[in-house]
């Protein structure tokens, strides 16, 4: 399986864009790039997936590199409440599991 | 809007007891889930299921079993209930035509086993 390499905190105006960047150099070629966040004390929450082309839906946006070896989840405009932790993941065609990493803790500050 | 529950946030259950755990989702999903979250090991799937009466093992099934009667509801099943399973216990669905991978979840129980 691909493994990922994210950031383990970043910090983020409220407002602004938060970029949240993830290394997957060892993808293959059938693999998708699926993000969840995690609030605290909640269950995970699927945000988008993506396999080579750039996706947007209401709640973000995935940008993935030509060579798909990295990608960024951008949040266009973030607010307080998106403060969570945020993992990148990498699944093979035919796997069942999820596994996630340790992710990017996101602090969106006033 | 996508719902998934879980029938307690918190259970404080004794060594020995059996416990049921008990999910539902309204979203008439075929795929149902168990995971187990713990500090430094991530997310590890328990067993999971792709329709009525169906049931897989993941990666941790041991102490575990499960019942899904029904298609909205999954229930995770302690035997016999011991500490090294306090944890925080999540549900998940997902749509056959999605795959596996795009899971909603439900809030979690935290269980604790003294």
């Known amino acids: 399986d691909a493994k990922t390499t994210q950031p383990p905190s970043m910090d983020c105006a409220e407002g602004r864009a938060a970029n949240l960047p993830c290394n997957h150099s060892?993808?293959?070629?059938?693999?998708?790039v699926y993000w969840y966040r995690q609030i605290h004390s909640q269950g995970p929450q699927y945000i988008i997936h993506g396999l080579k082309n750039n996706e947007t839906n209401e709640m973000a946006s995935l940008i993935i590199t030509e060579d798909r070896k990295s990608s960024t989840l951008i949040l266009p405009h973030a607010t307080l409440r998106d403060t969570a932790v945020y993992y990148c993941i990498v699944i093979p065609t035919g796997a069942n599991n999820l596994f996630f990493g340790t992710g990017t803790r996101l602090t969106v500050i006033p | 809007d996508v719902k998934v529950t879980q029938s307690s946030r918190y259970l404080v259950k004794r060594t020995g007891e059996k416990v049921f755990l008990e999910c539902v989702q309204d979203?008439?999903?075929?795929?149902m889930f168990w995971y187990r979250q713990d500090p430094g090991l991530g997310l590890r799937l328990i067993y999971f299921s792709y329709d009525v009466k169906m049931k897989e093992k993941g990666d941790i099934p041991e102490g575990y079993s499960v019942s899904r009667e029904k298609k909205e509801r999954f229930s995770l099943i302690l035997e016999s209930a011991s500490t090294n399973q306090t944890s925080m216990y999540l549900c998940?669905?997902?749509?056959?035509?999605?795959?596996?991978?795009?899971?909603?979840f439900g809030p979690g129980t935290r269980l604790t086993v003294t």
């Open positions: 979203m008439d999903h075929e795929n």
């Open positions: 998940a669905s997902s749509r056959e035509t999605s795959g596996p991978y795009e899971q909603y």
């Open positions: 060892t993808i293959s070629g059938n693999e998708y």
